[in-house]
């Protein structure tokens, strides 16, 4: 008999233990051998994320039992329902494991090659572990994974010493050093010296004018080398008066000696630490209370699975996740001494939470107003604020843009691309954020100011290491085969600014200086006595950088060639302006109106990323669309022409195109924040050509999308729609007058939500002129909503008004790129805002007029856990409650009056001192009738003393005429409220005064 005929021979049981053991060992090098490698590699990880040993092994519990239980289930079901299913069932599960295995081997190739070979390696698989018995007993074998990996990371006594985070337990030296003045220290994170320089070499007065003003009163060193080109070596370095060391944890458990420990016997410390953890918790003013462990868990695996997915999934897909490797790099192997390539691995995010999850600014700002007035003790204020450092999201006013999707186009594991033009978009980009840094030195002084404190303190402004923008060259990582081309001296190079206590004078100190050297300076300047410190002699030998992986770099003195280099080249980017948004392919175009060239039609079309953004813009939000990004329909345009964007008929940026995921042709581009008007901004691309010397622009075609505004009269009352185009170079604006809905000519209506409740269905005629009607658009909260076409087959409306309005249908859906999380408003999400406002939609027709679709209350829901939901067919979904929480009201009479039955009462938001949207009635659990609310109730105004609540009442006929005495059997009376809820009204009380309970 061959091995692949050979059945199972003993226990029954064993095709069970069989694949449960395959799949467990299976499992554990799909999931947890990828990450641990990584966390090995970098163990400094658990200790920045105040990890103890307990999470950690929390985490491999977790990563051995949830993908073995999701995998192994099936089979257990298999074994119980069929016994002769469980070894195919096992044998899909290890094949998928396998493909998931064979993906992550495949990642650099392209997805359409490697989606097919790991499915090929996966049923490859499967199909073996079903027929021959070897590979079954190769799966046993494979199942000691489970218990080799995870024992790979416990027994690593780096990740052991981390996760100890044994600063908690650092026994601080009490020596007194003498210093006394109150000390700020800030340091920025990727700050390079040349983005402060103007062309002359002096701090920019122009683009920076608070750090100028603050180096009129402080010593400016220009030869400032940093110690390492990553955070967690140069920091440490700068904080212990210690060249930088690769292998060492940024903890004060490793460096006891540290400017924190040291000053903690004379002053008071406010630290911030993002990415070390050099000041014992229990020393700092600042420190946050540890977070719960099962949040702490909560976001380990939520960051460890985006990790996980990105060193999954190819990269064309993984490029669309949110930003890891571009928080915090370098999270790869211990590196040799000797010069050597970074390597090409991807890293853990160690500082992923922090910047993806925080306001940089907001921090800073904290920080800030955490400087108190002056004390007994003098205070040492400690900032490592993620400034400039990526992502580049903030325009000089600190307004922040949507950063884009697939991270930072043109830059590979840290490398630029060889073409010049994506480095050139992304250096502009920092510029702007540079010049937000400015903003918030400038609050810093000023509150240093406003507490009496600038004088007196020692103030020091850095940075950790700077940034390089070099074609072909990494963007942060030390590369010693580019010592002539100068990318080691832009990461080197850094701002270094010391305003001395009671320093009235500016000083330039054009010695080299390194700041390993820092921590020695400061309590020189802050008046500790020599020799009380404990710090390592200071050397004298050139300034040295030390590279994570690429061994060390000593720097001459004279760098002026350097500096000369990139100033000049930096003076002609930023042009006569002096401003980043000089920066383009063709600058020269910048400024003037698209009018002022020939414009023909281009054949070529595209498409831009959340298109909406433009057709609303609210100037008092955080956050504006400054980025303009699309993809052409084409893969390379005829005569790689370069592309100008408009801004209201205004070119205000030209780039050059670049390729985007999956070989898509994309552009970006910054514009301006004061290009941006209030309301509807049209903006237009164009591909610049020259023909016979002239300019010449294409219009690029985008998809007809028209933006509606609403018009009102002079006493608030919506008369007219206004229809524009999102391009400037479209004819004028049409207008649409308002009418009442009229069954006779035009009306329609809403007939609620479908797809989860994010799109809207309903239908419009006219009667009038059948087929007139061309679109639906919808507003929410008087903000563009969605348009619609006016053209689905609806066979209902034809039964009802005629054949020919069979086509009367429509879907009005959210803009494309929008999603039930976008925020809409002031901070909601759109999901919310549906949810709560609804949408007011009007049919348009082309005999110039539009009219408002109606709405219906459709009846009540329950919820699993008891909760009620009215919904509503124009989206909205109103939480039924009683009076409370701010809302109040009651039925205050149920009575016959000749042959109606009548309902009085009242009802109102207290807190908002708002009266309700309507007043709606149903029987049955269906929708009744509805009455309007506005009769005077100056009883309700008295009792609660609020001449916002006197037009409260409400008066009106039930239908059919219940009996007075029976009426609350089979009706229920909702006040239908603007902030989302239906507040069911109860009877009140004879007598009873308002707001009492009716019972």
């Given at each position: 008999m061959s091995e692949r005929q050979r059945p199972d021979r003993g226990d029954p049981q064993r095709p069970l233990a069989t694949g449960l053991a395959t799949i467990a060992g299976l499992s554990s090098l799909a999931f947890a051998q990828p990450l641990y490698d990584l966390l090995r590699r970098a163990p400094e990880f658990f200790a920045i994320r105040d990890l103890s040993l307990l999470d950690v092994l929390t985490l491999v519990v977790l990563l051995a039992i949830v993908p073995v239980f999701a995998f192994g289930l099936p089979v257990l079901l298999a074994r119980v329902i069929r016994p002769v299913w469980t070894r195919p069932t096992a044998?899909?599960?290890?094949?998928?494991?396998?493909?998931?295995?064979?993906?992550?081997?495949?990642?650099d190739q392209p997805a359409t090659a490697a989606i097919p070979a790991a499915a090929s390696a996966g049923a490859a698989a499967a199909w073996a572990y079903l027929r021959f018995q070897g590979v079954r007993y190769f799966g046993l074998l494979l199942s000691a994974a489970a218990v080799v990996v995870p024992a790979l990371l416990l027994i690593d006594s780096r990740v052991r010493q981390s996760a100890a985070f044994a600063?908690?337990?650092v026994v601080v030296d009490e020596t007194d050093t003498g210093a006394r003045a109150p000390i700020v220290l800030v340091i920025f994170d990727e700050w390079s010296l040349t983005s402060i320089l103007d062309r002359t070499g002096s701090i920019d007065r122009e683009r920076l004018p608070n750090l100028a003003a603050l180096a009129d009163q402080a010593t400016w060193y220009p030869n400032t080398t940093a110690a390492a080109d990553v955070s967690e070596l140069a920091v440490p370095a700068m904080?212990?008066?210690?060249?930088?060391?690769?292998?060492?944890?940024p903890t004060a458990a490793e460096h006891p000696v540290n400017l924190f420990t040291l000053l903690a016997a004379s002053h008071d410390l406010h630290v911030v630490e993002p990415i070390t953890s050099l000041c014992p918790p229990q020393l700092n003013l600042l420190a946050e209370s540890r977070q719960p462990a099962r949040e702490r868990l909560g976001l380990l695996v939520s960051d460890l699975s985006l990790v996980w997915l990105r060193l999954t999934?190819?990269?064309?897909?993984?490029?669309r996740l949110p930003e890891v490797t571009q928080t915090w790099s370098g999270f790869g192997r211990e590196g040799p001494r000797t010069a050597v390539a970074p390597p090409t691995d991807q890293p853990v995010p160690r500082a992923l939470f922090h910047l993806s999850r925080t306001d940089r600014a907001a921090e800073f700002r904290r920080f800030v107003q955490a400087i108190g007035m002056p004390k007994e003790r003098p205070g040492f204020y400690f900032l490592h604020s993620m400034l400039p450092h990526v992502p580049w999201e903030y325009l000089p006013s600190g307004r922040r843009y949507e950063t884009p999707s697939g991270g930072v186009h043109g830059l590979e594991r840290e490398f630029w691309s060889e073409s010049p033009w994506p480095v050139l978009h992304h250096r502009k980009r920092y510029l702007l954020q540079v010049e937000f840094l400015d903003r918030l030195i400038g609050e810093l002084t000023a509150r240093l100011e406003s507490t009496g404190l600038f004088d007196r303190s020692l103030i020091v402004i850095t940075a950790d290491h700077g940034i390089a923008f070099r074609p072909g060259r990494s963007r942060r990582l030390l590369e010693l085969t580019d010592l002539e081309g100068g990318q080691p001296l832009d990461l080197a190079n850094v701002p270094l600014l010391v305003k001395a206590p009671f320093q009235q004078q500016p000083d330039v100190d054009q010695a080299p200086v390194s700041l390993a050297g820092l921590t020695p300076l400061i309590l020189e300047l802050a008046g500790a006595e020599e020799g009380l410190a404990p710090l390592p002699e200071s050397a004298s030998a050139p300034p040295t950088m030390v590279g994570k992986y690429a061994g060390e770099v000593e720097f001459a003195a004279d760098r002026e060639s350097w500096r000369q280099g990139r100033l000049a080249e930096q003076a002609g980017l930023l042009g006569e302006s002096n401003d980043p948004m000089a920066i383009g392919a063709r600058p020269e175009l910048h400024g003037r109106t698209a009018s002022d060239f020939t414009v023909k039609s281009s054949e070529s079309t595209i498409e831009l990323t959340d298109a909406w953004a433009w057709d609303h813009v609210d100037p008092d939000r955080t956050h504006v669309p400054a980025l303009v990004e699309g993809s052409f329909d084409q893969r390379s345009l005829p005569g790689d022409p370069d592309v100008a964007v408009a801004l209201n008929g205004v070119i205000v940026a030209t780039v050059k195109p670049h390729i985007g995921p999956e070989g898509s042709l994309r552009v970006?581009?910054?514009?301006?924040?004061a290009g941006l008007a209030a309301g509807l901004n049209q903006v237009d691309v164009f591909l610049v050509s020259e023909a016979d010397g002239d300019i010449e622009l294409e219009h690029v075609q985008r998809a007809r999308y028209p933006v509606y505004a609403i018009a009102r009269d002079e006493r608030g009352r919506i008369e007219a729609l206004i229809r524009r185009s999102r391009s400037a170079q479209d004819d004028s604006p049409a207008r649409f007058r308002v009418a009442r809905p009229d069954p006779a000519g035009l009306f329609g209506n809403l007939d609620g939500s479908i797809e989860s409740g994010f799109t809207l269905q309903g239908w419009a005629i006219d009667r009038e002129d059948p087929g007139s009607v061309e679109e639906v658009v919808a507003f929410l909260a008087g903000r563009p909503f969605a348009v619609s076409a006016v053209a689905l087959e609806r066979p209902d409306v034809a039964a009802r008004h005629g054949s020919e309005h069979a086509r009367s249908g429509f879907l009005l859906r959210p803009p494309a790129g929008a999603s039930e999380g976008q925020r809409f408003g002031q901070g909601e999400s759109l999901y919310d805002a549906l949810h709560r406002e609804g949408v007011v939609a009007y049919a348009v027709s082309r005999r110039g007029r539009a009219t408002r679709l109606r709405?219906?209350?459709q009846p009540t829901e329950r919820g699993r856990r008891g909760s009620e939901t009215m919904p509503v067919t124009d989206g909205r979904r109103l939480s039924v409650q009683p009076p409370g929480d701010g809302f109040d009201g009651s039925l205050d009479v149920v009575t016959r009056r000749n042959d109606a039955t009548v309902l009085e009462g009242w009802a109102a938001d207290l807190e908002r001192g708002e009266r309700p949207r309507q007043i709606v009635i149903y029987r049955d659990g269906e929708f009744l009738a509805s009455l309007g609310i506005n009769r005077d109730r100056p009883d309700v105004r008295e009792h609660y003393d609020d001449q916002r609540l006197l037009r409260t009442g409400f008066r009106g006929e039930v239908p059919d005429a219940p009996e007075p005495a029976t009426f609350g059997e089979r009706h229920r009376v909702f006040a239908i409220m603007l902030r989302g809820a239906a507040v069911e009204l109860p009877l009140r009380a004879p007598n009873a005064p308002p707001g009492e309970d009716p019972r």
């Amino acid at each position: 008999m061959s091995e692949r005929q050979r059945p199972d021979r003993g226990d029954p049981q064993r095709p069970l233990a069989t694949g449960l053991a395959t799949i467990a060992g299976l499992s554990s090098l799909a999931f947890a051998q990828p990450l641990y490698d990584l966390l090995r590699r970098a163990p400094e990880f658990f200790a920045i994320r105040d990890l103890s040993l307990l999470d950690v092994l929390t985490l491999v519990v977790l990563l051995a039992i949830v993908p073995v239980f999701a995998f192994g289930l099936p089979v257990l079901l298999a074994r119980v329902i069929r016994p002769v299913w469980t070894r195919p069932t096992a044998a899909a599960a290890a094949g998928l494991l396998t493909a998931i295995i064979a993906l992550q081997a495949l990642q650099d190739q392209p997805a359409t090659a490697a989606i097919p070979a790991a499915a090929s390696a996966g049923a490859a698989a499967a199909w073996a572990y079903l027929r021959f018995q070897g590979v079954r007993y190769f799966g046993l074998l494979l199942s000691a994974a489970a218990v080799v990996v995870p024992a790979l990371l416990l027994i690593d006594s780096r990740v052991r010493q981390s996760a100890a985070f044994a600063s908690r337990d650092v026994v601080v030296d009490e020596t007194d050093t003498g210093a006394r003045a109150p000390i700020v220290l800030v340091i920025f994170d990727e700050w390079s010296l040349t983005s402060i320089l103007d062309r002359t070499g002096s701090i920019d007065r122009e683009r920076l004018p608070n750090l100028a003003a603050l180096a009129d009163q402080a010593t400016w060193y220009p030869n400032t080398t940093a110690a390492a080109d990553v955070s967690e070596l140069a920091v440490p370095a700068m904080l212990t008066g210690s060249e930088a060391r690769r292998g060492q944890l940024p903890t004060a458990a490793e460096h006891p000696v540290n400017l924190f420990t040291l000053l903690a016997a004379s002053h008071d410390l406010h630290v911030v630490e993002p990415i070390t953890s050099l000041c014992p918790p229990q020393l700092n003013l600042l420190a946050e209370s540890r977070q719960p462990a099962r949040e702490r868990l909560g976001l380990l695996v939520s960051d460890l699975s985006l990790v996980w997915l990105r060193l999954t999934l190819p990269s064309p897909w993984s490029d669309r996740l949110p930003e890891v490797t571009q928080t915090w790099s370098g999270f790869g192997r211990e590196g040799p001494r000797t010069a050597v390539a970074p390597p090409t691995d991807q890293p853990v995010p160690r500082a992923l939470f922090h910047l993806s999850r925080t306001d940089r600014a907001a921090e800073f700002r904290r920080f800030v107003q955490a400087i108190g007035m002056p004390k007994e003790r003098p205070g040492f204020y400690f900032l490592h604020s993620m400034l400039p450092h990526v992502p580049w999201e903030y325009l000089p006013s600190g307004r922040r843009y949507e950063t884009p999707s697939g991270g930072v186009h043109g830059l590979e594991r840290e490398f630029w691309s060889e073409s010049p033009w994506p480095v050139l978009h992304h250096r502009k980009r920092y510029l702007l954020q540079v010049e937000f840094l400015d903003r918030l030195i400038g609050e810093l002084t000023a509150r240093l100011e406003s507490t009496g404190l600038f004088d007196r303190s020692l103030i020091v402004i850095t940075a950790d290491h700077g940034i390089a923008f070099r074609p072909g060259r990494s963007r942060r990582l030390l590369e010693l085969t580019d010592l002539e081309g100068g990318q080691p001296l832009d990461l080197a190079n850094v701002p270094l600014l010391v305003k001395a206590p009671f320093q009235q004078q500016p000083d330039v100190d054009q010695a080299p200086v390194s700041l390993a050297g820092l921590t020695p300076l400061i309590l020189e300047l802050a008046g500790a006595e020599e020799g009380l410190a404990p710090l390592p002699e200071s050397a004298s030998a050139p300034p040295t950088m030390v590279g994570k992986y690429a061994g060390e770099v000593e720097f001459a003195a004279d760098r002026e060639s350097w500096r000369q280099g990139r100033l000049a080249e930096q003076a002609g980017l930023l042009g006569e302006s002096n401003d980043p948004m000089a920066i383009g392919a063709r600058p020269e175009l910048h400024g003037r109106t698209a009018s002022d060239f020939t414009v023909k039609s281009s054949e070529s079309t595209i498409e831009l990323t959340d298109a909406w953004a433009w057709d609303h813009v609210d100037p008092d939000r955080t956050h504006v669309p400054a980025l303009v990004e699309g993809s052409f329909d084409q893969r390379s345009l005829p005569g790689d022409p370069d592309v100008a964007v408009a801004l209201n008929g205004v070119i205000v940026a030209t780039v050059k195109p670049h390729i985007g995921p999956e070989g898509s042709l994309r552009v970006a581009a910054v514009v301006p924040e004061a290009g941006l008007a209030a309301g509807l901004n049209q903006v237009d691309v164009f591909l610049v050509s020259e023909a016979d010397g002239d300019i010449e622009l294409e219009h690029v075609q985008r998809a007809r999308y028209p933006v509606y505004a609403i018009a009102r009269d002079e006493r608030g009352r919506i008369e007219a729609l206004i229809r524009r185009s999102r391009s400037a170079q479209d004819d004028s604006p049409a207008r649409f007058r308002v009418a009442r809905p009229d069954p006779a000519g035009l009306f329609g209506n809403l007939d609620g939500s479908i797809e989860s409740g994010f799109t809207l269905q309903g239908w419009a005629i006219d009667r009038e002129d059948p087929g007139s009607v061309e679109e639906v658009v919808a507003f929410l909260a008087g903000r563009p909503f969605a348009v619609s076409a006016v053209a689905l087959e609806r066979p209902d409306v034809a039964a009802r008004h005629g054949s020919e309005h069979a086509r009367s249908g429509f879907l009005l859906r959210p803009p494309a790129g929008a999603s039930e999380g976008q925020r809409f408003g002031q901070g909601e999400s759109l999901y919310d805002a549906l949810h709560r406002e609804g949408v007011v939609a009007y049919a348009v027709s082309r005999r110039g007029r539009a009219t408002r679709l109606r709405f219906s209350y459709q009846p009540t829901e329950r919820g699993r856990r008891g909760s009620e939901t009215m919904p509503v067919t124009d989206g909205r979904r109103l939480s039924v409650q009683p009076p409370g929480d701010g809302f109040d009201g009651s039925l205050d009479v149920v009575t016959r009056r000749n042959d109606a039955t009548v309902l009085e009462g009242w009802a109102a938001d207290l807190e908002r001192g708002e009266r309700p949207r309507q007043i709606v009635i149903y029987r049955d659990g269906e929708f009744l009738a509805s009455l309007g609310i506005n009769r005077d109730r100056p009883d309700v105004r008295e009792h609660y003393d609020d001449q916002r609540l006197l037009r409260t009442g409400f008066r009106g006929e039930v239908p059919d005429a219940p009996e007075p005495a029976t009426f609350g059997e089979r009706h229920r009376v909702f006040a239908i409220m603007l902030r989302g809820a239906a507040v069911e009204l109860p009877l009140r009380a004879p007598n009873a005064p308002p707001g009492e309970d009716p019972r």
